[in-house]
């Protein structure tokens, strides 16, 4: 049975790879959930398999050199799949230092561990131990608007503080399979969406703000463009670039969906009165007078877009989740959960709105 460490499992896109994980393999793989619980990990996110024999949650930091050596010690471990980092923009402009420590410190440390755990004395490594470094688009930095996508081969220009420290991930990812011919693979996905992303991001913030008849507040003019990626699709790819990738390459995510924000936040807004029943009283407020044009984000990105030729040449990944379909399913789970959002949103999450919105 193969058991794959995972890093960051309680977060957003961690909890959704873990949820596809078990449901496409069920109990023939063992899955070790290596969280710190941050404000952005929440193990409610995985309630409904905590009591799986499978799965096991180690409460640890990925910077503790003794508590990731241990894991590796008392399991033999065959893949890794890392996602824990900090992963805000807005909060790496804040506060730049956490997203050193954890995206780059936390990522030579994971790195450190693995190697010591699967290196020969030759120098090589058993065939199938594989370490997967799931990244961002935002390393390539900003495209214009009239043109241009993100290639493998692109070069990197990280602006935000966050972008700056999953480059600086990337590269040592990039010098271990150099210098120790370490058997890993990166991917650089673009925006993901979806169930369990923590409200401070786009798309579950516009939901709640909407829901609750707070403004929407968008930044700038509006018209940053992201590409964006149903989050089961993005859990689909990274799966299949560990069975079907070649080893030491990176593959771009993306799906050639590109928005402007303020086409997401007006999407959000008719959606949700479609869903309404009609005698809900929150259709009163639900509509574009809630729109709040707000001072840009410092350094914004204009335009980020995939090109996703390579996974899809090479392994036959693509979307199945278009964005019509997926951003129906993501504000219907939202309504089915609002316990969910009301507890993510206690607490610390209303200092942080403060802050940074008032
Ligand atoms: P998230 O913020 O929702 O979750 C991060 C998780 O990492 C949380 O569970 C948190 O508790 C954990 N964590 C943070 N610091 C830790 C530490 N020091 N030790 C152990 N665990 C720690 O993030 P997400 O949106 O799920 O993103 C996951 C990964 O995917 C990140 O590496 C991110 O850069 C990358 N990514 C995200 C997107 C996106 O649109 N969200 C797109 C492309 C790539
Ligand atoms: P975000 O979800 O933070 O993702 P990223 O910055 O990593 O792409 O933001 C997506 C886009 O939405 C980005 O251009 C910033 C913009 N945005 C707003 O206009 N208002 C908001 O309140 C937030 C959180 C983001």
New binding site residues.
Partial sequence: MRTYLV??????????YIHYMFGKYGNDIRIIN?????????PENLADIEDNANYTFVH?????ADAVRKIFEENDIDRVV???????VDRSIKDPGVFV???VL?TANMLACARYAWERPDGTYPEDKKFLH?????VYGSLPEDGGYFYETTPYAPHSP?SAS?AGSDMLVRAYMDTYHFPANI???????GP???PE?LIPLMINNALLGRSLPVYGDGKNVRDW?YVED?ARAIDLVQEKGRLFETYNVGGHNEKQNIEIVKTIIEVLREELPDDDPRRAHINEDLITYVEDRKGHDRRYAIAPDKIKAEIGWEPETMFKEGIRKTIRWYFEHQDWMEHVTSGQYMKYYEEMYS
């Fill in positions: 890093t960051g499992g309680a977060g957003f896109i961690g909890s959704n290596l969280d710190a619980l941050t404000y952005a990990g929440n640890a930091d990925i910077c503790d890392h996602f824990a980092a900090e992963s805000h420590r954890t995206n936390g799931v990244s961002t688009d935002e966050y999953k991917t650089n996905c673009s925006n993901n969406y369990y992303q923590f991001k990626l993005h």
